[in-house]
């Protein structure tokens, strides 16, 4: 493990004392705290710009700890649980009265995971309780999957960063809403959608959309600075192209189907051949392009089946409409 047993016993103590610590899971960093003490969790709202109606995933370190967060446990939660956890998967069910409204957004459901991040679960065996964390990244920009990526844009907002190296799925986990009468999908990622449907024996279509306070359903989530340009795969050179001659700084997310054509870009990122690669990569192939200064990035969008799914939607909202913009 890249964290000290010293580091870990620090961390659990700003837990204790209400402060903000940086955790490393396999999808991405997670801006943590006490999920019990509301103050604290008015400073992760403050830290990362985000209204407080917002809701959180409480992060717990063992499955059976699931009773002690939520009203009653149905047979799809046990089912998922013991399949995926620990590991990219949340759950919505109905909180019980331990759980803060302020963890919640002021809804009467609660997300709960547990991550599978040996960093993260060592944190949670030695704090004890459940660690609410949001992605570590300002409101609406792009989620953070190395530490280096969350001390640049948080900075002093954060008491401790837990280095655990880079996230490895990359994309933040599958939310899938138990809380009703039959199971919905609320954000695709790093379980998929035909993964859950196998475990459940039953198909797993999407939620209904809970609009202004779902955050991860806002279009203009996971923004780079960059305006992102999706097009089809066979047209992404040719858009590119006339992009640059429009005196645009380009960027090319060049799919793998078009590797043999000549692109004239400012930087080029081949998509890499399997999902689990492109997942991992994204939010820092995002992060690349602001910094070799593209204002424009042409992508295209995988097939939406199993980690695409997952992929296409935070591309989509990449290029979804900008608030103010
Ligand atoms: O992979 C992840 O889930 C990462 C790591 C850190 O665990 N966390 C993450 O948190 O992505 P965040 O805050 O960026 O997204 C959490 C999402 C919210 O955007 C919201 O869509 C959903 O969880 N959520 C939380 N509580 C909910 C609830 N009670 N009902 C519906 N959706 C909820
Ligand atoms: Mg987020």
Sequence with gaps: MTVSSEELEKA???LRAGGLVAVPTETVYGLGADAENPAALARVFQAKGR?????LIVHIGESDHLDRWVREVPETARLLAAAFWPGPLTLVLRRCARVPLAATGGLETVAIRMPDHPVALALLAEFGGGIAAPSANRFGSVSPTTAEHVRAELGAAVDVVLDGGPCTVGVESTIVDLSGDAPRLLRPGGVTREELETVLGQAVPDGASDGVRVPGQHPSHY???????????EQVVAEAELADKQGHRVGVLLPASQTGMPVTAHTVITVPATDADYARGLYGFLREFDRQGCDLVIACLPPREGLGLAIANRLGRAAGPRPGA
């Excluded at 923004?223 to 795969?233: E, G, I, M, Q, Y």
């Design 223 to 233: 923004a780079p600075a960059a305006k992102v340009v999706l097009v089809d795969a």
């Design 51 to 55: 209204p407080p109606t917002h809701p």
């Design 12 to 14: 659990a103590e700003t």
